[in-house]
């Protein structure tokens, strides 16, 4: 985890001293559960959370000696312990507790992630209900189209997250599983019984079949979508960063009155969170391949995938909620320069209505053939000798189109008149 990219509250759910009280909540659930079926004595569960101890340099001073982190906790976590100490770990193997604690951790950085999400989801949506009437060039392939609505760039990243919402919840649930059945995960030692009730108490859920550990698709899941969230904001950041280009200039990310843009050039106001942006999201997409590497492991397991969970879980999601949380800065405090959007509309001197004349052609009598060829001829001219395609038309079809005719052609309103449809969609928000 890089600090410079680690906010909080994620930041500290994934201190050492937060994983060893994971672990012993865990471990405690389980001794509940076995005083809970009359297995261990009554008061049981009371003295050991009252003995339980976590001393994370001890622990790490006793993992030096024994080279087994899990050992060195329940050394530390049993040493203030009496007869109750017989039932903690009892029946259960290491990875029990790490991947059973490992659900709690990336259910409640979920949790986080979530609630950010919809404060961003939020204010796409206010941004798009802003520009909904703004029109405004639409570019495939870089090059100008056609006008469209401002506000649709905001609706289109709203609806892509709001769809990486709903599978981020469905994730939450798939992992909201633990597993307590020993070693090879057949119950050798421990009974289903005890298991379901101490999972029952971490409002988890079993693994319906786990090996020693719980199987790594789901957690290759969720880090997918964490890529998939990552990727819808790099798109925005992407966007963001072409239309502040000085030749476009139609927005501008946030500056603050004290910043500066260059060691160099006084004059510059650089995207520089976009472009940090675009780079934490490569971060989190290699997470991505890196989380399904970890899906096939030797026959009841292999410990290869533990090495990269230590990186992955604590990166991936410090990573992602920083992300989300300077979105939503980069959205509240956009500068959208809303003369400079209109005014891009007409670079081209109206070469972008050029579909529209074609249609209206048609509809005049030509053939679709005939309107394209004697379009695109006027068009190429025009991209060549910066001429007027409004002229060129008005010159060249005056005997089948009419002044008023060739106005209403060229206007960027008429391209948001289904815009409403659209929104519509999104009218119980
Ligand atoms: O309950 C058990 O422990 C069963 C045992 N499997 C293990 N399960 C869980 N942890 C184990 C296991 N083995 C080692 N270790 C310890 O895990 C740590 C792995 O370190 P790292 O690769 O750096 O992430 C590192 O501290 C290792 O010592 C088995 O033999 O099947």
């Given amino acids: 985890m890089v600090e410079r990219y680690a906010l909080e509250p994620i930041k500290s759910l994934w201190s050492l001293e937060a994983q060893y009280k994971r672990w012993l909540k865990v471990e405690l659930a389980v001794v509940w559960a076995y005083e809970r079926l009359g297995i261990a004595p009554k008061g049981t569960y009371q003295q050991a959370i009252k003995n339980a101890y976590i001393d994370v340099e001890k622990i790490l001073d006793i993992e030096k000696e024994v080279d087994?982190?899990?050992?060195?906790?329940?050394?530390v976590a049993t040493s203030k312990m009496g007869k109750e100490a017989s039932f903690f770990h009892y029946g259960l193997t290491s990875s029990d507790v790490v991947d059973t604690a490992n659900s709690l951790a990336l259910i409640e950085a979920t949790n986080i992630i979530i609630s950010e999400m919809k404060n961003l989801l939020k204010l796409l949506f206010e941004k798009a209900l802003q520009y909904k009437k703004l029109p405004s060039i639409g570019r495939t392939h870089g090059v100008h189209a056609e006008p469209t609505s401002f506000g649709l760039k905001f609706l289109s990243w709203y609806s892509e997250l709001k769809r990486d919402l709903k599978r981020l919840i469905n994730a939450r649930e798939e992992i909201s599983v633990g597993k307590l059945s020993g070693a090879v995960g057949n119950y050798a030692h421990i009974s289903p019984l005890v298991e379901e009730l101490a999972l029952s108490k971490l409002s988890l859920k079993p693994t319906p079949v786990a090996t020693q550990v719980i199987p790594r698709d789901l957690h290759s899941n969720l880090i997918n979508i964490f890529g998939l969230i990552a990727s819808a904001i790099e798109r925005m950041a992407i966007e963001i960063r072409h239309l502040q280009k000085t030749e476009v200039l139609e927005v501008q990310e946030p500056f603050k009155k004290t910043q500066r843009g260059s060691s160099a050039m006084p004059h510059k106001k650089n995207p520089i969170l976009c472009e940090r942006l675009t780079g934490l999201s490569r971060i989190i997409r290699s997470y991505v391949h890196t989380a399904f590497e970890n899906i096939p492991l030797w026959h009841e397991r292999d410990i290869s995938h533990s090495s990269v969970e230590r990186f992955m879980f604590p990166d991936v999601t410090t990573t992602l909620h920083y992300m989300i949380v300077k979105a939503q800065h980069l959205i509240k405090n956009l500068v959208v320069f809303e003369d400079r959007v209109k005014r891009n509309i007409d670079t081209t001197k109206g070469l972008v209505y050029s579909q529209r004349v074609m249609l209206k052609l048609i509809e005049?009598?030509?053939?679709?053939?005939?309107?394209?060829?004697?379009?695109?001829?006027?068009?190429?001219?025009?991209w060549e000798t910066h001429s007027s395609f409004k002229n060129e038309i008005a010159k060249s079809f005056s005997h089948l189109l009419?002044?008023?005719?060739?106005?209403?052609?060229?206007?960027?309103?008429?391209?948001?008149?289904?815009?409403?449809?659209?929104y519509k969609r999104f009218e119980d928000e």
Avoid at 68 to 75: G, M, Y
Avoid at 364 to 382: D, H, I, P, S
Wanted: net charge neutral; aromatic share 10%; glycine share 2%.
């Fill in 402 to 422: 009419s002044k008023n005719e060739i106005e209403e052609l060229f206007s960027p309103d008429y391209y948001l008149k289904n815009i409403d449809a659209i």
């Fill in 364 to 382: 005049k009598g030509l053939t679709r053939e005939e309107a394209y060829k004697n379009v695109q001829k006027l068009a190429l001219k025009c």
């Fill in 68 to 75: 087994h982190d899990v050992i060195a906790f329940i050394k």
